[in-house]
């Protein structure tokens, strides 16, 4: 007998299970809306120009394959938070924001909650966004987190329940820690309003609660690395010691390449210094070091000038692009096919995805009859959607909700 004979099968991972689908699927017509990363006008994965040049630099100035060190690239670092947190952060001007470079977004959520479970001085529950990404759920029970949820859409309209929200915060135990989605929501594609935020803002204060971003989508929502980067920012104005994961996944395209940082505001250098040493006793015994070539790619992009307002304006035709793709669908959906239902939020939602309101059985039958594919909340990739099959897409919505 194996030793592994009593090892249960496990349940596909949701989102990987419909690229599989898609890929078996012969039909010329297929769309995948599945999965979460940017395709160019043509449907194909997209390099950033401004990475070309970086690497192409790279191979004359920087490059050994040198390990980096535990906490990863300092200049990085330096880079990274200041594009987070932005240069007139007190906390990062007076030296006291604890960075470490992380194995992007999911890396740095996994050494959060490490570093939380081992350091919070209070009960390790944490409240997720109902939904949110899926990942969140097992990044945070595996690290010995209690998770909890609090409202966030309201299935009937697919906007914000604000009402809702803010009732469950209050409620939440003092010291709690709340995840925060600093921009483009994944699933939903809804976020609050700036005047919410500030609501946001004090319902932690006054409840104690820990706020905890996971800034995926910097710049990738609005098109400004500077108008996405507000919550995590107003909430270090405001004094919160935020706790922040950044990921250059979507922004630079580099998702691959696994270049994050996790980042906490501590009160001083010496403070900063202690909660370093932690977070280096958590990461040696993990995987040592962090990969370099992804941290000298965005160290690059992100030192030089040119480099740098070359990203920004690629950032922005990135999400230009698929603001354009989300007034299309809404202009065929309403005017065009006089598709039944409200399709409003479609326009409002923000980001990669789009919470579309499709219920599981028209997701069936749009996989089945149409060849289209998308996860069975309705959540469509935007960025899927391009001149080519936008029509199509739209049609095949219609028949489906008809
Ligand atoms: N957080 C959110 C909300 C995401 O949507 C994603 C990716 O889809 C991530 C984190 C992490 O992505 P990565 O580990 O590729 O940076």
């Keep these: ?7 249960p099968a496990g349940p596909p991972d949701p989102i990987l299970g419909i690229t599989e689908a898609f890929k078996a699927d012969k039909d010329p017509r297929k769309i995948n809306l599945g999965v979460g990363a940017y395709r160019d006008g043509h449907g194909k994965p997209y390099v950033l120009s401004c990475v070309k040049k970086a690497e192409q630099i790279m191979e004359n100035e920087v490059e050994d394959k040198e390990y ?13 938070t200041l594009l987070a947190y932005g240069s007139r952060c007190i906390p990062l001007n007076e030296g006291r924001i604890a960075a470490t470079q992380t194995i992007s977004g999911t890396g740095a959520l996994r050494i959060g909650a490490a570093f939380m479970a081992r350091h ?4 390790k529950v944490i409240y997720l966004p109902n939904p949110t990404w899926g990942n969140h759920i097992p990044i945070f029970r595996d690290s010995g987190f209690e998770v909890r949820k609090y409202s966030y859409i309201d299935p009937t309209t697919n906007l914000l329940n604000f009402e809702a929200l803010k009732t469950d915060l209050r409620s939440a135990p003092e010291h709690s820690v709340v995840l925060l989605h600093a921009c483009a929501h994944n699933p939903t594609g809804v976020d609050p309003t700036l005047e919410q935020w500030g609501d946001i803002s004090t319902i932690c204060q006054e409840r104690r609660l ?13 098109g400004s690395t500077t108008r996405d980067a507000f919550p995590p920012r107003y909430f270090a104005e405001q004094g919160h010691q935020v706790a922040l994961c950044q990921s250059f996944a979507k922004n630079m395209g580099l998702y691959g390449e696994r270049v994050g940082t996790f980042s906490l505001v501590t009160s001083d250098p010496e403070e900063k210094a202690r909660v370093e040493s932690q977070l280096k006793i958590i990461i040696r015994p993990m995987y040592s070091n962090p990969p370099s070539h992804g941290a000298h790619i965005v160290n690059t992009i992100l030192k030089r000038d040119d480099l740098y307002s070359q ?7 990135m999400a230009d692009r698929i603001i354009t793709m989300r007034e299309d669908l809404y202009n065929i959906l309403t005017k065009d096919l006089k598709t039944p239902g409200e399709w409003g939020h479609i326009k409002s939602q923000i980001g990669m995805f789009s919470f579309t309101g499709l219920k599981k059985e028209h997701t069936v039958a749009l996989a089945e009859k149409a060849h289209v594919y998308m996860t069975a909340d309705g ?3 935007m960025a899927g959607l391009n001149p080519s099959n936008i029509a ?3 049609e095949s919505v219609n028949s489906a909700v008809r």
């Design 120 to 123: 919070y001085p209070h009960p």
């Design 1 to 7: 007998l194996s030793i592994w004979s009593t090892v």
């Design 311 to 317: 990203w920004e304006g690629e950032v922005k035709a």
């Design 392 to 394: 199509y897409f739209a």
């Design 210 to 222: 820990f706020p905890f971003f996971d800034m995926a989508y910097q710049g990738f929502a609005s």
């Design 379 to 381: 959540r469509i990739s």
């Design 68 to 80: 980096l060190p535990i906490t990863g690239l300092p200049e990085f670092i330096k880079h990274a």
